[in-house]
């Protein structure tokens, strides 16, 4: 990593091998990029991972994870409108979250610049929905550049950072989940050290800043002015590209990642289309669209997700009377639906003009593969406590899910997760079943890491209207999922050592009357004390704590002294009842030929939360070790 770090600071041009994300930090620095802010999710996250290969008394800029993506919007904001070109980057449903804030960014006079980076997931590779993010930037009147590598990712944020500090806006750069973790030989320029351009400090004459219903006709007018201006110097049409293959009949148009996968299909076609390559596809290169509907007699449009551009395009050529293009789009349901692969767009490109490129054929073979379903780290705490809370509850009981690694528990064998919607929400939902809810007992599960996101308005609010259900907190001091970042409860941010913020505190502080705490390895006593907090009358909290096993046991390999001990099954006593597998199912464990079940040494770390699950004590550390 610290030669990483050393490359991104490098003063002269080079040439490297990196992901779309590395490439995005050197075009940060580059462009004098002075505040970065993010609330850590995948496929963005190794921006921050690239970031911390710079030594922290090096970079050239501050860089923070901030609680949520809200919250860190705003202190891009704030040091934006100070006159620092700024960035805040997040997943797609990060946007949600930030949206009361960006939906106004585009109203402001932002005269040091602002890029928020989106990372888009066409494929669920880790999200919880497909959202179509080009949609708020049409609904903001924020432009809008998606760049289809590497390459383009590290030149697309120079010029977005030239034009936000230019027209003084906000600037969306969207990327997509391959476009972030692709890699690419990129070629870097010249870096001369950090930005010295005198910049102009925060003044309220600048604005206003103050969307009150006398400012905002005026501040909207601005903001459309801005997008009008973008078209009408060719900002946009800067960013179109057009290949030429003599094609008059057909052409393609499109942009970002189905770009390059429509340029591996037509390495197979013997009469490619032309095509016109979209780079910014909000405002839209209006004159270039147009030039190119006119010189051919039919047009595919080819996008991921939504129809957005389609919608666009067919309305402008319906303007302008174009009468004698055909213009196709999605046709069907599966159109709006995953990444556009190659294979996908072969199967497109093919539905309207089969002699284009060969169908993809099936040789009848059936491939059958055994699933392969998420599942919790060997020694997570998070296990060992759903195995301990599942006996403390009735099978009618409701268990509300959050986002995070317990989220996992809605899987067999643990099924402890009903529902679950988006970061925060499960207290709230609880709280909405737990009116007339008869005699089954409420269960909102909560990490750590969420409850300092988005969790607390809804807790306050179930202390404020008293209402009736059990939250079970699971606190390993991490943002686990996403990567291990640290939480206000870790005791460090992202650059140096702090106090931590204890959730006890807090929640005593909001006023909880019922709160019980214990190490989620002590399966029994857990066990005992949810069953007694869903007694309770009322909002109760049982706090399920353990570190994350698989950042610890990190940690602890970079120890001199760190020995990796492992448990063992003593076949002398084994019975096969089989608790450690299909109740407890701790990955390490599995069946041999022999029916015996046995430990995988390369998956077990020796924590020993499983030896408590046996009924006849056959788990047991080999001879002269302990954990």
Known sequence: MKKLGKLLLSKDPFQEIVMGNTALVRAMIESGTEVITSYPGSPTPEIASAISSIEFEKRPFYFEFSTNEKVATEIAYGAAINGQLSTVFFKSVGLNVASDTFMQLSLMNIIGGMIIILGDDPGLHSSQNEQDNRHYAKMSYTPILEPSSPQEAYDYYLKAADLARTKQIPVLLRLTT?????????????????????????????????????????MKTRALKNLRAIEDEGISDSFAESVNNNNSKRGIITMGMPYLSLKDVLTQSNWPPDILKLGMTFPLPRQKILHFLKEHEEI????????????????????????????????NVQDWIGEYTPEKITQLLFSCWPDMVKPILSDNREITLSPRPPQLCPG??????????????????????????????HLPPYNMGDIVMCMGASPAIASGLSLNKGTRNIIAFMGDSTFFHAAMPSVINAIFNNHNFTMI??????????????????GRNFNETVEKIPIRKVLEGFGVEHIFEVDAYKQQELSELVKEAITIEGFSVVIAKHPCMLKLTRQNKNKK?????????????????KECIEDFACPSFSIAESGQIVVNQDLCIGDGSCRQTCPVSAINYPSGESL
């Open 380 to 409: 997570c705490g998070h296990r060992s406590a759903f195995h301990a809370i599942k006996k403390a509850l009735k099978a009618d009981d409701i268990k509300v899910g959050d986002i995070g690694c317990h989220t996992l528990g």
């Open 473 to 490: 907190l699971m606190e390993n001091g991490t943002t686990a999922m996403t990567g291990h970042q640290d939480n206000p409860s870790s």
């Open 561 to 577: 002294s760190y020995v990796l001990k492992h448990v063992e099954i003593d076949q002398n006593i084994c019975v096969l009842h």
């Open 178 to 218: 391959h476009v972030c973790h692709t890699k690419q030989k990129v070629s870097f320029s010249s870096w001369n050290g950090p930005y010295d351009k005198k910049r102009s400090l925060f003044n309220p004459e600048n604005g206003p800043y103050i969307p009150v219903t006398s400012k905002v006709i005026p």
């Open 300 to 331: 595919k449009i080819l996008e991921e997700l939504d129809s957005e551009i389609e919608l666009m395009i067919k309305a402008l050529a319906f303007d302008n009377a174009l009468s004698n293009v055909k213009i196709i789009g999605k046709e």
